[in-house]
């Protein structure tokens, strides 16, 4: 059914796997439409949300997604702002979603576990919110689920600062509820879900639109400012370093335009 992630269902936990090793499980167009529809279709009570090893999610894929993203905000050729749609269906399902961090979470990858509702991790998880090492700006969960979890000082250090931090100290700061050892991540991810998914399904459905009408921002809103503010940064000169530091593997040297 899905070329880029793999989805099965055992009982009531359906588990979604981003299925790219090789590439780090880095987000192709492709793999944000499988995502999304995965999420979006699912009749299973709670959701686990993982990578394939080595990582959990490095983000976007350079070559075919920030660099032809790059080459249209330089050429003027826009689309309208709006919330990233695969965002969308994450931060507006009621159903339930753990990610299972089995490696670098970084870039989207992070931004994907922050809009889960509960982090297991393993003790090989690396998360880091590495937009401005690219000239860009976060998208919208790291606005403000970050926010939520680890307070608008600890969250300005990681999107400033673009540092990665390990599961260690994601525990400590509150990002994730638990790190376990590797081989035994996804046990302890299903026992979450398990014990969500044993719950009566109308009154946890009901909860988390609760959760996300007490904490929530408007999204579209938001989404609306990230995506204009994207397509400025796309067009830079700082952009455009950014992404060739990471290709050639060198520092970036930033000019400021």
């Known amino acids: 059914m899905y070329n880029e992630i793999d989805y099965s269902v055992s009982g009531h936990v359906g588990t979604i796997t981003i299925d790219r090793p090789g590439a780090r499980n880095a987000l192709t167009h492709t793999t944000y439409a499988e995502l999304a529809d995965a999420v979006e279709s699912t009749t299973a009570r709670c959701l686990i949300i993982t990578g394939a090893d080595p990582a959990f999610c490095s983000g976007d894929d350079v070559k075919q997604v920030m660099v032809a993203a790059g080459e249209r905000s330089s050429s003027g050729d826009r689309p309208v702002p709006r919330l990233t749609p695969a965002a969308g269906v994450l931060l507006r399902t009621d159903v339930p979603i753990v990610a299972a961090v089995n490696g670098a979470a970084v870039g989207w990858g992070m931004e994907l576990a922050v809009m889960a509702d509960i982090r297991v991790a393993s003790e090989r998880a690396r998360f880091g919110e590495l937009f401005v090492k690219r000239g860009l700006c976060c998208d919208v969960a790291g606005m403000s689920r970050l926010v939520q979890l680890i307070g ?48 009566p399904p109308l009154a946890v459905r009901a909860l988390k639109a609760g959760l996300r009408r007490a904490l929530d921002p408007d999204w579209d809103d938001l989404g609306r400012w990230v995506s204009s503010t994207l397509g400025d940064l796309f067009a830079t000169d700082d952009h455009k370093e950014g992404v060739a530091a990471f290709l050639e593997k060198r520092e970036a040297n930033y000019v400021g335009r």
């Open 152 to 199: 608008r000082e600890r969250t300005a250090e990681l999107l400033f600062t673009g540092r990665v931090i390990d599961g260690v100290e994601a525990e400590r700061i509150g990002l994730v509820s638990r790190v376990v050892p590797h081989e035994g991540l996804l046990a302890a991810a299903n026992e979450v879900a398990a014990s969500i998914a044993e719950n």
